[in-house]
């Protein structure tokens, strides 16, 4: 998976510097049943946060995920926003939330949402291709028996189609977040 996701970064344009693996304890099983959210987990959390002191923090979002793996991560990364707080730095970091394969935020619940251009897209579908987990069937299609990276795309596709549908300006896709409030 390291060398997956290393591959995916560098192909939307990452240098090795700025990629951090966490090897979070909770994850590394070898099974799909994850062990519980542990203190190791959000300390890891807790010291790249406290080393790289961001401004901007992206997470998965999509609750919905029925793999759950996201779940644990988010109410990982959440209690370390909430036990770093008090970090002047802090004061000025943002967490913002994107949604999976399975659901968009809707319309009025979109607090940011940043244009993809068609060669962006294609980036983000083979940094999408790139993760072995992601290619071919999902583990848990349910009733949709689309790919991947043809639910992001879709997904995308749509959102724009919403803005144009607003009146806003057009674009071939868009990206939506929401912001967490801690």
Known sequence: RR????????????????IHFLDMPFYETGRTRKKP????????IMNLMESVQPHQVY???????P????????????EAFR????RPWMRDCWLWLYRGAW???????????????????????QAIFMHQSQKDQPPFPGDD?????QRAEDRNRETAHLYRALG???????EAFRRWKF
């Open 103 to 125: 659901h968009e935020w809707s319309v009025d619940e979109i607090e940011m949402a940043v244009p993809i251009s068609p060669v962006e897209l294609k980036k983000k579908r």
């Open 83 to 86: 036990r770093l707080s008090d």
């Open 145 to 149: 028996a689309r790919e991947f990276w």
């Open 37 to 44: 959210l542990g203190e190791e987990d959000i300390q890891l």
């Open 59 to 65: 997470a998965a979002g999509d609750l919905a995920d």
């Open 168 to 174: 806003l300006a057009e674009y071939e896709a868009m």
């Open 67 to 78: 793999h759950g793996t996201h779940r644990v991560c988010l109410d990982a990364i959440f």
């Open 3 to 18: 060398t997956e996701a290393r591959a995916g970064a560098r192909y939307v344009g990452l240098d090795d510097a700025h």
